[in-house]
């Protein structure tokens, strides 16, 4: 979004973005489909993914929308979307997260800290959420076993040892992360910081994970018609709920933009048409 670091600017636009309607989850209703669509009808509710989906109207291939579960508001299936699938990756794929194992998740009120947490549970894990004192009570509700504040504890001084940490924040140096690992747990760095920040902490963790069996390599997360399933499968049956922060008019997107930029968004932000 800021066009930093600059060399991303190579595949994103030097001097403007190539894509001029930003946006990428999205949750409506089925306007139209094409000849060949099969699953879809107008009227249908859906949500996925798309180019341009801070618009009134935007289009995408049939297998990049799943039909909306009831128990959710546009407004939190759109959430669902990058953060949920990155968590889920992460989680499933990177980690391989297993029953009984202990999980800690560093940044757990973000957007995809708090789908974390919640998928962890439902694999059965012993979570462990690392927040600010203010969103301590948010990340039990939504079913964090223990809960640390950072503001009152470091949890890489403490006793406590994972089997996985998820890291979104990156407060800490890779070596003092690990220190609160299993000798055989996993250290999952997911960015952290400013954009400058987590290219240089991305190409380190691609360096560290060669010689280091405590650090996964970091991979490219994609979203998929299977993984929308499977969230929408974990949503149905209670397991999984999206967090809004706060919804903004779509003629307010660039202020909703600046306040997750500035790291004050709770969860996910949703734009409304």
Not at 45 to 61: H, I
Not at 147 to 165: A, C, H, P, S
């Amino acid at each position: 979004m800021t066009g930093s670091p600059f060399v991303m600017r190579l595949a994103t636009g030097l001097r403007r973005p190539k894509n001029r309607v930003p946006g990428t989850d999205v949750a409506g209703t089925v306007e139209a489909v094409g000849k060949e669509v099969g699953g879809l009808r107008p009227g249908d509710e859906v949500f996925g993914w798309c180019s341009g989906a801070f618009a009134e109207y935007a289009s995408a291939n049939e297998q990049q929308f799943v039909k909306k579960p009831a128990n959710l508001t546009f407004e939190q299936a759109a959430a669902v979307g990058v953060s949920a699938s990155t968590a889920l990756q992460l989680l499933r794929d990177d980690g391989k997260v297993q029953p009984g194992q202990k999980v800690l998740i560093n940044g757990a009120s973000g957007g995809v800290g708090t789908f974390a947490v919640q998928i962890a549970k439902a694999f059965g894990a012993d979570v462990t959420g690392v927040c600010s004192t203010q969103n301590v009570e948010l990340i039990r509700s939504i079913g964090a076993d223990h809960v640390v504040d950072y503001i009152q504890q470091d949890f890489t001084k403490g006793e406590g040892r994972y089997d996985l940490i998820l890291d979104n924040v990156g407060n800490h140096s890779m070596s003092e992360t690990r220190r609160a690992l299993t000798p055989t747990g996993t250290l999952i760095s997911n960015g952290g910081g400013h954009a400058d920040g987590k290219l240089g902490r991305t190409l380190r963790t691609m360096f560290v994970s060669m010689f280091v069996r405590q650090q996964a390599s970091p991979t490219v997360k994609t979203q998929n018609h299977g993984d929308l399933v499977a969230l929408k499968a974990l949503v149905e049956a209670g397991k999984l709920t999206p967090v809004i922060g706060g919804t903004y008019p779509l003629a307010q997107t660039r202020e909703a933009i600046s306040h997750v930029a500035a790291g004050h968004a709770r969860g996910t932000l949703a734009i409304t048409v």
